[in-house]
């Protein structure tokens, strides 16, 4: 069966970085994008970006340009995602969530358990 | 990128309909049928319920249905349920080959 497991809550000092993974199975990794989504406490979903696990591909939403970076490890089929800069606004839970690579189809159909990262002095 | 416009909130008795709508641009909703919409019960996961406008993933019942009408897409509920209660959030693909979410709608059943 499908699976997406990240890693667990983290709790980081503002100005500092996390790195959240993402380990898929149950499938064929590359057949896949993954997102990252996140979602405030209390707030709706914010959609962050995209890698494209065959070749590396990505694409990031303008708000976090800059200070977002996506990467993949095909041969644990694994996907990172790394946030610096973190201000008490990134207090948040962030999941990572699979979209097929066929263009015909655009859906977000399994998603991580989820990930609460914690800003905090 | 703006996010999708969603009422904040809806409300129906139970066995009744109800349909929470989804504004975009022409730049997102309006130009491609990749609108999804997602159930969030407090705590838990997104559940994919509509996909591609109007198309059920397996395993979700037929008293959901999704349209769509130039920029504005619409989740639809009929029969409402107890356990419908929830938060719903539509989903779009954009022409910069990006995703954006709406607000949410939490949906309360009486």
């Known amino acids: 069966q499908v699976q997406l497991v990240q890693s667990g809550a983290e709790v980081k000092e503002p100005g500092a970085s996390v790195k959240v993974s993402c380990r898929a199975s149950g499938y064929i990794f590359s057949d896949y994008y993954m997102h990252w989504v996140r979602q405030a406490p209390g707030q709706g979903l914010e959609w962050m970006g995209w890698i494209n696990p065959n070749s590396g591909g990505k694409q990031y939403a303008q708000k976090f340009q800059g200070r977002v970076t996506m990467t993949r490890d095909t041969s644990i089929s694994t996907a990172f995602m790394e946030l610096s800069r973190l201000t008490y606004d990134d207090t948040a839970v962030y999941y990572c969530?699979?979209?097929?690579?066929?263009?015909?189809?655009?859906?977000?159909?399994?998603w991580g358990q989820g990930t609460l990262v914690t800003v905090s002095s | 990128q703006s996010a999708l416009t969603q009422p904040a909130s809806v409300s129906g008795s139970p066995g009744q309909s109800i349909t929470i709508s989804c504004t975009g641009t022409s730049s997102d909703v309006g130009a491609y049928n990749h609108v999804s919409w997602y159930q969030q019960h407090p705590g838990k996961v997104p559940k994919l319920m509509i996909y591609?406008?109007?198309n059920r993933p397996s395993g979700v019942s037929d008293r959901f249905s999704g349209s769509k009408f130039d920029n504005t897409a619409s989740l639809t509920i009929s029969g409402l349920q107890a356990e419908d209660e929830a938060d719903y959030y539509c989903s779009s693909y954009t022409n910069r080959d990006t995703w954006v979410f709406g607000g949410g709608t939490k949906l309360t059943v009486l």
């Open positions: 591609d406008v109007s």
């Open positions: 969530a699979r979209v097929p690579r066929d263009v015909g189809t655009a859906m977000f159909d399994y």
